[in-house]
């Protein structure tokens, strides 16, 4: 492995390496490829390409992987695209391990580009230092939400119990404290609908609300993972 030259097809990193952050062939840069080990590269550049070197690897430490232990999967409803861009940016730093755009029955029209989504996800995952960008799936409704994901799920709403400040407990009393983790789903702009209601119900999903007032979609969304995520 130490020693091996490869290529990387992707003009925008060559054009971040080279004219943003000015490096030259023989500095090196880390990269990550989704696993464990991050790679410890040389740079060489070429007049038409940029080469690498691998000269080493370097485990990462358990807290620059993921600022929690924890699987969380959210589950939300599709809100305006620049709010929800913005969702996936923050959460993706906060270690979130999926995002899933949510059709309800209040949902905002339907403008999302996953592949823009999952590039945004991916430079955060770099700039908060992880080593696994969150999957990011294509738009769901909410009935194919409810059948096709099995793991256990918590709900927010204004209208929910208030939410334990012991999220440990949490876990343990919705998850049995299972690895499979924990999904929260999350409503648009003016809640979730009647319809969105009966469906939890029927399916006995626990519904949860913060003690703080009223928040926009995007604010709830950042604080909630922060508050299942860091404990």
């Known amino acids: 492995m130490s020693g091996e030259m490869f290529e990387i097809n992707n003009p925008e990193l060559e054009h971040q390496l080279i004219h943003v952050f000015r490096m030259k062939t023989g500095d090196e840069v880390i990269l990550f490829d989704g696993g464990e080990v991050d790679y410890v590269v040389e740079i060489f550049v070429e007049r038409k390409s940029v080469r690498f070197k691998i000269t080493g690897t370097t485990p990462q430490p358990p807290l620059v992987r993921g600022v929690s232990r924890r699987r969380v999967t959210l589950f939300m409803s599709v809100i305006k695209k620049d709010n929800f861009e913005m969702i996936v940016e923050k ?118 609300s913060l003690d703080v007032p009223v928040l926009r979609a995007e604010t709830a969304a950042i604080i909630l993972c922060y508050t299942v995520l860091v404990d």
């Open 91 to 208: 959460v993706t730093e906060l270690g979130v391990s999926e995002i899933v755009p949510v059709v309800t029955e209040r949902s905002q029209k339907i403008n999302l580009n996953i592949d823009r989504l999952n590039k945004i996800a991916i430079e955060a995952t770099e700039q908060s230092g992880q080593s696994m960008p969150p999957k990011i799936h294509e738009v769901m409704t909410l009935d194919e939400v409810l059948s096709n994901f099995t793991m256990p799920k918590i709900v927010f709403h204004t209208e929910g119990e208030t939410f334990h400040k012991n999220v440990s407990q949490v876990f343990e009393t919705t998850i049995g404290g299972e690895s499979d983790g924990l999904g929260i789903l999350v409503g648009p702009e003016g809640g979730w609908g009647n319809l969105d209601l009966d469906k939890f119900k029927t399916k006995n999903i626990e519904m949860f």
